[in-house]
């Protein structure tokens, strides 16, 4: 069988749309030779529709959306396999079902729903979908398969340890006759996904020895970027067939000849998440109605890097970077952001707040009367930034994007209303470890953009006089281990101390900054997901608590 492997990216809750391109790619498949062509999760519906699912309304549309693609590709010789969102029957539960659909000469001949509803990380189907109680044989060309839907194909319990669940719907359609597996996805991205992605599917080929097609969903929806990397496996695990990672892409496989086409995928996991970044920061500002956007070049590597990523996003002519110095910038700080800015091609301007930061403090002096400086003064600096940014956006229509990183979002190391002030967080989940690695592969796509000098200058935030980083934290590699273990793998603080040979009192200091800014973190833009464990949707810490370590 001669299958399509379509690598879509939908627009949540546009139906009419996703089907409109849909439609185009069916046509496509058939007139490259497939007999079956088969979407993702959700495709018609875009993933996550989050509580769209909630409206009758939006079910009616997604049915009327699914009989329009059946009939729109009943001309065509191809089978279309397609993710959608369905009405449940059923007295009791929810209301709405994750489906599969399989549709053949303009009728809708199958229906399979999702059994195993995810509820961890960034996932939250349980809140939406009615679970299926069983599942059923898709005959697909006179093949029995095992069509599935992301999470269903993700319990072997040959593979994990631990499973989440008690029933395992790959292994009971095999048990039934299945000669293949499909599994349609929508899986996000986190750095080293999609290599357990391919060891969790080998396994499968391998037990049942029949072959495997994984689509998956391809594009940025809010904080979570999908990578697609779609493939065809054959019976011993082997990869005969892979989409583009970061792009749409139809890929053909012949299933009898076990051959098809092989695209590029980014072995080099650094280069993955700087184009995770790149999509997702797309896709949010398209999808979001914006097309231009401005940056805070503060001459560090901070803005730097997210102003590399929005030119590969949205285009040079698209992106204007603002200095903004103030009493405490240095020289170098101006310069270095001209220059890049320069190298760039982007807009540049320059608004000066010493002056409105002056009169600031010459109002408020009366009442600060008796108190000496503190944090509030530097923060004023940074929320005279902010509100500078934000003026330009209103007059322009441009998206402000913010440049904190992981590291200081962590320990709150940032400023509400200041420099936390923004549309999109771009990189609030990447490390600042990380954040140095990815700008030096940015400048070798941008013919060294950054300034030499923005990499090796001391990380200052500039709102006193020589002020480092370092005066207020640990440096970032030894702060950036401990995060991980203590935001991606949960661990206590002495269990930390001990494996990485740190001082208590020094964990114990990092994990209590953590705890505390939960405040600042749930104010914050949202932000592109790419480690295991980022700030956002898929950690859900409770802001008034008391729980201590």
């Keep these: 069988m001669r299958i399509a492997l379509a690598q879509f990216n939908p627009t949540v809750g546009d139906l009419a749309g996703n089907v409109d391109r849909m439609v185009r790619s069916a046509r496509d498949a058939a007139a490259r030779g497939a007999e079956a062509v088969v979407f993702p999760e959700l495709s018609l519906a875009g993933y996550p529709p989050r509580d769209l699912v909630e409206k009758p309304s939006f079910l009616d549309a997604s049915e009327r959306e699914l009989q329009r693609l059946a009939r729109e590709t009943r001309a065509l010789d191809v089978s279309v396999i397609c993710g959608y969102v369905g009405r449940s029957d059923a007295e009791t539960g929810k209301r709405a079902l994750n489906r599969a659909a399989l549709i053949e000469r303009g009728e809708i001949v199958f229906r399979q729903s999702k059994m195993l509803l995810p509820t961890y990380d960034v996932f939250d189907e349980a809140r939406y979908f009615r679970p299926a109680e069983r599942q059923h044989l898709c005959t697909l060309r006179g093949t029995p398969v095992a069509l599935t839907i992301c999470e269903d194909a993700w319990n072997d319990r040959d593979y994990w340890k631990h499973r989440l669940y008690q029933r395992d719907p790959v292994e009971e359609l095999f048990d039934a006759g299945a000669q293949m597996l499909i599994c349609i996805n929508a899986s996000p991205y986190n750095m080293g996904k999609r290599a357990i992605r391919r060891s969790v599917y080998r396994a499968a080929a391998r037990r049942y020895g029949k072959p495997v097609v994984y689509v998956n969903q391809v594009g940025g929806n809010d904080q979570l970027v999908f990578d697609g990397t779609s493939f065809t496996m054959n019976s011993a695990g082997e990869v005969i067939a892979q989409a583009r990672s970061f792009e749409e892409d139809l890929v053909l496989c012949d299933l009898g000849a076990g051959t098809g086409e092989r695209n590029e995928d980014f072995a080099d996991e650094c280069e993955a998440a700087y184009q995770a970044l790149v999509l997702g920061t797309r896709d949010y500002i398209r999808k979001c109605g914006f097309s231009k956007v401005l940056i805070g070049l503060s001459g560090g590597i901070d803005s730097a890097l997210t102003a590399v990523i929005a030119v590969d996003a949205v285009g040079e002519e698209n992106v204007t970077g603002v200095g903004m110095p103030g009493p405490y910038s240095s020289e170098h700080s101006v310069t270095d952001a001209r220059a890049m800015a320069e190298k760039l091609g982007i807009r540049f301007e320059l608004i000066s707040i010493t002056g409105i930061y002056e009169r600031f403090l010459q109002e408020l002096n009366p009442v600060f009367a008796g108190r000496s400086a503190d944090v509030t003064e530097e923060n004023l600096q940074s929320r005279l930034r902010g509100v500078t940014l ?150 859900r810490m409770p802001i008034a608590q008391r729980f201590s370590q």
């Design 390 to 539: 934000m003026a330009l956006s209103n007059k322009t229509g441009a998206m402000v994007l913010t440049t904190g990183n992981k590291s200081e979002l962590a320990v709150g190391y940032c400023t509400l209303y200041g420099d936390m002030c923004g549309g999109l967080a771009v990189i609030s989940d990447v490390p600042k470890t990380l954040v140095y690695k990815l700008a030096r592969l940015a400048n070798q796509r941008h013919q060294g953009a950054i300034p030499e000098s923005v990499f090796t200058k001391p990380p200052s935030a500039e709102l006193r006089p020589d002020q480092k980083d370092t005066d207020s934290l640990p440096p970032y590699e030894v702060l950036d281990t401990i995060l991980e273990a203590y935001v991606e793998r949960n661990q206590a603080p002495r269990e930390i101390a001990a494996s990485l040979k740190l001082p208590l009192e020094q964990v114990l200091d990092i994990v209590n900054k953590v705890d505390r800014n939960e405040y600042k973190r749930q104010q914050a833009a949202p932000g592109l997901k790419v480690t295991t464990k980022a700030f956002g949707v898929g950690r």
